[in-house]
């Protein structure tokens, strides 16, 4: 058995692995920088959409006071109408009279 044959072969199997394994350190590394860049990427996005939606919130609940609004001055109209109907009629009646 050579000894030094063997060394020589032990060597050149470990710089394989040396070299395999160094070639997966720098794999992860450049997977790691992608992952923290949609990382943040996806920060920045979700914290736009939040903005947009506090802001469409402030929206709607601008349009549900108007709503309401609307809703009283029409309760209030129905509950008007039959006395502006009859008033009109009155006037209407009077002019042909007249």
């Known amino acids: 058995m050579d000894v030094e ?12 692995l040396e070299g395999g394994f160094g070639f997966l350190t720098q794999q ?7 992952l923290l860049a949609f990382q943040q990427q996806a920060t920045h996005r979700f ?8 802001t469409s919130d402030v929206r709607l609940g601008s349009v549900e006071r108007e709503v309401r609004g609307l809703r009283a001055e029409v309760a209030g109209l129905r509950k008007d109408l039959p006395a502006i109907v009859g008033d009109l009629m009155r006037q209407v009646l009077r002019e042909q009279k007249g």
């Open 5 to 16: 044959a063997e060394i020589r072969d032990l060597k050149r199997r470990v710089d394989d």
């Open 28 to 34: 992860v590394q450049g997977v790691n920088r992608d």
């Open 47 to 54: 914290d736009k959409i939040d903005g947009q939606l506090g």
